[in-house]
């Protein structure tokens, strides 16, 4: 209808966080509530869609899947780091030289991809609308 319009609330996450985007998406004036998706940042592939009937629902799931992003994430560098650490204690410092390395590399992989999407988005929180 003539006058509708969308508003989209885009938040992408930046750090460990980064490679989320999190959209709250309405039909503005009949929608009563927000969708919200969930999208992989750099391919912008559907993750996951939710309903929600407030905003404050909506940030709080969008808190939630950041969080659970980032402590997967935390938990895979803290398994390379231990690996490293137990190959150095038990004197095997050539094998722990290149787990190290292998661990340096795959922070690289994940995380400065993150960080250069990010510094090319510039801010963190972009808002649009768009005509129906």
Do not use: C, I
């Amino acid at each position: 209808q003539p006058g509708d319009f969308k508003q989209v609330v885009d938040v992408t996450t930046r750090g460990y966080w980064n490679g989320l985007t999190v959209r709250l998406e309405k039909w503005v004036p009949e929608a009563a509530g927000w969708q919200v998706v969930f999208l992989d940042g750099g391919s912008k592939k559907l993750l996951n869609v939710a309903n929600l009937t407030d905003l404050e629902e909506a940030d709080e799931a969008a808190a939630k899947a950041m969080f659970d992003t980032a402590d997967a994430l935390q938990a895979r560098l803290q398994q390379m780091e231990d690996r490293t650490r137990d190959l150095r204690r038990d004197g095997l410092g050539a094998a722990a030289e290149a787990a190290r390395g292998a661990a340096e590399e795959r922070v690289a992989e994940v995380v400065l991809p993150h960080l250069e999407r990010a510094a090319e988005h510039g801010a963190s929180r972009a808002v649009a609308v768009e005509a129906r």
